[in-house]
């Protein structure tokens, strides 16, 4: 069976740290290739101002075009409507008969994954893979999906990666205040972002 890797998220703007994520994951598990999905309208996002989908979906282009086991889609941009995750693994599911499906996501957002959608079934469809930071607690998350999902054991994994603190919503902000994003995303997205003069009004 062929295997998949499935890495969503905003990506306002992609760095770093979602690229050593998906490429740790990628070897760990040994997956064939991992797809960036933005998301189109994010419903936990309504009362924040999120740059255009087909320009967020540009700038991950742009990062991971050089890597032959990334690729992008743009699934939930064309899809109408907020963008669930259980809607798009439902769609991939149904295209992808003869593929193991793989959920990268970090552990901020595997904590709140019960709160997301029908969670259960996100489970259910995929093998999960929280990557975290060496050092970063998460039996009381484990022992808190339990409850919900007894039989998690086999579908949730814990993947360390190395220490970086790279967050969106830092780069937006230093990209505001005038300091250098130089070295936490690809040249090409700074250069991109710079061109399109993003996030100096958010």
Same mark, same amino acid.
């Given at each position: 069976m062929k295997t998949l890797g499935i890495m969503g998220g905003t990506f306002d703007p992609i760095h770093f740290g979602h690229l050593v994520a998906a490429e740790t994951a990628r070897a760990a598990f040994n997956l064939e290739r991992v797809l960036f999905i933005p998301t189109g309208q994010p419903p936990h996002k309504v009362n924040y101002k999120v740059t255009d989908p087909w320009e967020r979906s540009e700038m991950v282009r742009l990062a991971?075009?050089?890597n032959v086991g990334f690729g992008l889609s743009e699934l939930e941009i064309v899809r109408e409507g907020p963008s669930y995750t259980i809607d798009t693994l439902r769609a991939l599911r149904e295209a992808l008969v003869d593929t193991e499906?793989?959920? #990268?996501t970090g552990a901020d957002a595997l904590r709140s994954m019960l709160s997301w959608r029908e969670p259960e079934e996100i489970i259910a469809?995929?093998?999960?893979?929280?990557?975290s930071r060496p050092g970063y607690p998460l039996q009381d998350l484990f022992e808190t999906i339990e409850q919900y999902v007894p039989d998690h054991q086999d579908r949730?994994?814990?993947l360390k990666i190395p220490a970086l603190a790279i967050s969106s919503t830092d780069i937006r902000k230093r990209v505001k205040e005038g300091q250098p994003i130089r070295y936490l995303l690809p040249d090409d997205v700074k250069?991109? #972002?710079?061109?399109r003069d993003f996030y100096r009004d958010s």
């Amino acid at each position: 069976m062929k295997t998949l890797g499935i890495m969503g998220g905003t990506f306002d703007p992609i760095h770093f740290g979602h690229l050593v994520a998906a490429e740790t994951a990628r070897a760990a598990f040994n997956l064939e290739r991992v797809l960036f999905i933005p998301t189109g309208q994010p419903p936990h996002k309504v009362n924040y101002k999120v740059t255009d989908p087909w320009e967020r979906s540009e700038m991950v282009r742009l990062a991971v075009s050089a890597n032959v086991g990334f690729g992008l889609s743009e699934l939930e941009i064309v899809r109408e409507g907020p963008s669930y995750t259980i809607d798009t693994l439902r769609a991939l599911r149904e295209a992808l008969v003869d593929t193991e499906l793989f959920f #990268i996501t970090g552990a901020d957002a595997l904590r709140s994954m019960l709160s997301w959608r029908e969670p259960e079934e996100i489970i259910a469809l995929t093998k999960v893979i929280s990557v975290s930071r060496p050092g970063y607690p998460l039996q009381d998350l484990f022992e808190t999906i339990e409850q919900y999902v007894p039989d998690h054991q086999d579908r949730i994994f814990q993947l360390k990666i190395p220490a970086l603190a790279i967050s969106s919503t830092d780069i937006r902000k230093r990209v505001k205040e005038g300091q250098p994003i130089r070295y936490l995303l690809p040249d090409d997205v700074k250069s991109y #972002i710079e061109l399109r003069d993003f996030y100096r009004d958010s």
